[in-house]
């Protein structure tokens, strides 16, 4: 069995452009798809060496030394994925490519044994479970490794914007402002409290002016966690006002038993500047 293998593993790697020419021309045109029939000339090429490496580490699965697969195996898996996200690809697209080119070689795998009189049913059943298993590996490292970097990829944004969403801004030693600006929802609620204190202590803030004159609402999830930030401050040792507080959003505290009392609370934060001592320099 094991010359079989290698015979079969040779067989595929012979027909490796014939299986490619097939599958690229089996691609429908889907808009803004890498796999799309009128996809630029550059990224075909690009496709068709993806592919022609693809058919080779799907091959290698038959042939009894499985390193030489799990080598490939991993330098496929590192190769498509970088250029799936960099391409913005669905993962379903990309398992739908596979899925042809899985019908594909096994066209030629039962080809081979229909011009070869001493394969028996036994080997091809034998085959036919190598070649499974080894496209349903190729998938889930595949499936596995997307995930992984998508999830950074999504994490760095996520960071990027944290860092514009809440902009601990100094305004003299030891003073900043923290303007909050638009809808401020559960997600954002919750990034607030990790995000804000780390500023804060990176910069070495001793006041901070919580202005949420630009809000337009605060659900009462989101009105929890803005108290257990200025907990969180207190802790730090970080003396934390509130200006521009509307009535609605007083409104929406009180309701949920939150009281004021605690906290210093201004209308304007130029009101709030100033109890701190920092007033506008006035022009000579």
Aim: hydrophobic share 40%; net charge neutral; charged share 25%.
């Amino acid at each position: 069995m094991s010359e079989q293998n290698q015979r079969l593993f040779e067989y595929i790697l012979e027909n490796s452009a014939s299986i490619s020419e097939e599958w690229l021309r089996q691609r429908s045109n889907i808009k803004g798809s890498i796999y799309s029939k009128d996809a630029d000339a550059s990224v075909e090429k690009k496709l068709r060496e993806q592919h022609l490496y693809t058919i080779e580490t799907i091959a290698s699965g038959f042939l009894d030394d499985q390193k030489i697969f799990k080598q490939r195996m991993v330098k496929w898996t590192t190769e498509v994925v970088n250029s799936r996200i960099k391409f913005d690809t669905p993962i379903y697209e990309v398992v739908e490519a596979l899925s042809k080119t899985r019908k594909i070689i096994w066209t030629y795998v039962k080809t081979y044994s229909l011009i070869h009189s001493s394969i028996t049913k036994e080997d091809i059943l034998s085959w036919s479970e190598v070649y499974h298993t080894t496209f349903d590996k190729l998938i889930n490292e595949f499936s596995e490794q997307y995930y992984k970097i998508t999830r950074q990829k999504i994490s760095l944004q996520q960071e990027l914007i944290d860092e514009t969403s809440f902009p601990v801004i100094p305004i003299v030693d030891h003073i900043a402002v923290l303007p909050l600006v638009g809808l401020i929802d559960e997600i954002k609620g919750d990034s607030i409290i990790e995000v804000v204190p780390k500023k804060c202590a990176e910069k070495h803030i001793r006041h901070l002016v919580i202005d949420l004159s630009g809000v337009n609402y605060v659900d009462t999830y989101v009105a929890h966690k803005f108290f257990d930030l200025i907990n969180i401050l207190q802790l730090l040792g970080i003396h934390s006002i509130m200006s521009g507080v509307s009535p609605d959003m007083a409104q929406t505290a009180v309701n949920v038993g939150i009281s004021f009392n605690k906290i210093e609370t201004f209308g304007h934060l130029k009101q709030a500047l100033s109890s701190l001592g920092v007033k506008k320099k006035e022009k000579v």
